[in-house]
């Protein structure tokens, strides 16, 4: 439900309205009826809106006790003849411009707390949020309309730019990022990427790193995710770029536009992600590869090699997706057949 | 060892107090011989108490120079004889009995740090800990006898429950706790889940998530774990429930009662998970599945498909334990007997 | 590029000069030359040195606009004929060598920020660096020449060596750590490992944990890592051990001198890893086992058993890799040659 101890609607909104906002069609109801509030299917009530956007949701659908519903034409059937009904293509992208909407736009307070810590030579745009206990390093530059959320340290020199929201407990050093950047909690962005050279006494000595960390626009960075800087040249993260909660990224590293990078993955250093690459939850990238534009990597699988663009992929290592769940039937199937005895038979000749 | 720099016993027990603590019998020696400390076996000396709970102990067992042993049955044969013996069925639970008698219940200093920065209208029961730096939001609502350790971070709204231990640099936001909940060190926990919809440029937005994260009692929660709160539902994970260190819990997913998670382990969103699971180390879960009551997930596996209830798998993709392991096994054979080579044979009828 | 926003070069330095720091031998260019800064090939211009220190470089050696270059004998020849060239054997720790010359040894300002909060009883040698909103608890003990990043906590009794560099946002409690040690961003040290035994209302209750930490010298530890203090014996982490970001080490793991840990990989409680193992990232290992001295066990492995000194495994579960790629070449030459019709014509005697 959406929990009201945390989130309020700002109003209602008439039906001819929610059209309007989400691009459905009003194909039964009264344009002039309004909701209040959107709310998942199974938990909505008159004046809620609720939108059936995943096929395991029609169950739900046809008991909902919302007053209206978005679908797409195809589960408009199974509507509840009682509720109003939406429907479009994308009904998850209309729910969004929805909730957008109804509940979006919540600015956090102006203003920099008297325990945040800002050098004198740093710079802060206008209209900055600034929690408690931030540290904003020398010369650092930051933009206008930016929240810095609590206990976050800016490091000496970052460039951050207008209307980035960074959450709290971030470190941020060595880095330059856009606009629209957000920032989940606990990101660790700058540090010095995992190097080493033998020394004298043939101990591993940390090696300097040199390089930057250059994020672009509307970039989205998860929770506890670490983005080590470059050595000598930067590591990259093109705009548009989501990444979600304990990614690692190694340095030297660069990620393509667009690109979607889920939960748990690690891209080793020096790897080169293409365009829109969609790479799986706990998928693991080696070093100094390219990853062609727009290939897909499924979760969990290890990449090994280079991969072309387009391709989709799956396994350890890593190939063409219809190939590995092929081996894993072909492999079930000698398994559950007892091939291991047929063959023996093969071999010898002589058993029965 | 215990280490008396940072743990001190707060006094010594007899044995015949060791017997009723831990529920064991005192099969040798004498009840009223105390002990002073527990160790253990290999560094356990005169006055200390020390517990065989691993078969792999037994070796240290026979050489222990413990005054008092507490074992099972079984090897209480490989006790030397010098020293005193208890016997139970389960050691470990004797163990962590008698850990709690003898160092448990340290309570930390009560008191509001000074420079903790906390809302006026955050409501904070008696006898609180709460550290320096702590930062406790507008609204926030804190229960009796809680710890919250230096420069963490409860958000707007957020509720935590009585004798809860948060410890530092923790961030809350969105949430809803109970009662003995533990959470350890830079956990996040309700920041925005990872979902997003194409823009008009088609570039991707990131999308209002409107739910909670609730959390039951009693539940222990790892160190740098994320947990993101619900899109339009909540994220719930229910009492008794333990999360190792650096898992990953999207928007939505559901935690039955006294499930248990290991580090790595990653869940995607709307995942419903029943009580009483146990999910290995580095485990992924897709979205939108559902895991049965009591099921088992083997560490590294990968699971794609719904789990019936008390199932227990392995691989990925997920499958029953032996046919996994039965599978490997059959890979094994064939790569190491040359089946190329025999199937090629077979294949073309000609080579010899 | 060496971004100067961030980085400057102390100086310029002579080919003399720069083949004394490397070791590199002058073989072309005149030795009173200078060089200014260390760049990438690509990037490098006049009065900049750049270093071919891997294959997959020679094509941007041989267009490079460096002034100087730094090659391996064997790549000489793909050296452009107006650069200075320097040949030895390890480019890379020639380049190390000279970056730390020409950009290291930049000190943090020395002092304790006002807003560092610091226990009467704790000890802080001369020379140290405390950043804002920095927590030092009692008793905790810290040597010379240390640098604590802003809004770090070290816990009650802790001890740190001399120049030791702790970055922002670390919890460091129950640990014992030596000289020279690195501790990147985020890194939490010494909580509670996973334990629990089950109560009398069968509920699960997380066991006292009561070693601690043990961290040798010349230790490198990765943002957001977790390393769990013993339960009876203590976490140990000998010296000159590397562990990249968002590794997880639980309660009781020892990990022996100079081994390297690559990111997300997890080590269970009670493992001992010996001198000189590398574990790819990704790896999980299982508990209460022992990995050999110098072993090898590469990216996304599980080891679930002892492990040999010297042996380089792969797979899950984990053999030696070669037999580990060989199964996957014989399952792929399987699944692509059909293998399932071959196998049941065998198996029936009557399909064609």
């Known amino acids: 439900v959406v929990n009201r101890r945390f989130f309020d609607a700002k109003g209602s909104l008439s039906l001819q309205k929610v059209s309007e906002i989400t691009g459905a069609l009003l194909t039964r109801g009264d344009p002039g009826e309004v909701i209040e509030a959107v709310a998942p299917l199974e938990h909505a009530g008159p ?174 960075i998860g929770a506890n995710v670490t983005i080590d800087r470059g050595s000598l040249r930067n590591t990259v993260i093109e705009s548009d770029v989501h990444i979600d909660n304990l990614v690692q990224i190694a340095h030297n590293v660069f990620i393509g536009q667009g690109s979607v990078i889920l939960s748990q993955t690690g891209i080793s250093g020096s790897t080169s992600v293409g365009k829109g690459v969609i790479l799986g939850g706990q998928v693991g990238v080696a070093g100094h590869l390219s990853i062609g534009e727009g290939a897909r990597i499924l979760s969990k699988s290890g990449v090994i090699g280079h991969v072309a663009p387009g391709a989709i992929l799956a396994g350890y290592p890593a190939v063409p997706r219809r190939l590995f769940f092929k081996s894993i039937a072909v492999l079930m199937g000698l398994t559950k057949r007892g091939t291991q005895n047929i063959l023996k038979k093969n071999n010898s000749g002589t058993e029965n």
């Not at 740093?122 to 540290?135: E, K, N, T």
């Open 47 to 220: 004046g809620e809106l609720a939108s059936c956007h995943n096929a395991s949701y029609v169950a739900a659908l046809r008991t909902t006790k919302a007053s209206a519903v978005l679908v797409t034409p195809e589960h408009a059937k199974d509507a509840p003849h009682g509720a109003a009904l939406f429907e479009m293509r994308d009904p998850k992208k209309g729910l969004s411009l929805l909730l957008e909407k109804l509940y979006g736009g919540v600015k956090p307070m102006v203003g920099i707390h008297k325990t945040a810590v800002i050098s004198s030579s740093a710079r802060l745009g206008h209209d900055c949020s600034v929690g408690p206990g931030v540290v904003i390093e020398d010369g650092a530059e930051i933009g206008n309309h930016c929240v810095i959320g609590a206990n976050s340290v800016i490091g000496r020199s970052v460039v951050i730019g207008h209307r980035c929201t960074i959450e709290s407990h971030v470190s941020i050093s060595y880095a330059c990022i856009g606009d629209d950047v957000s920032i989940k909690p606990g990101a660790r962005i700058g540090q010095r990427g995992f190097g080493f050279f033998m020394g004298d006494g043939n101990e591993r000595i940390a090696q300097l790193q040199l390089g930057a960390v250059v994020i672009g626009d509307r970039v989205d």
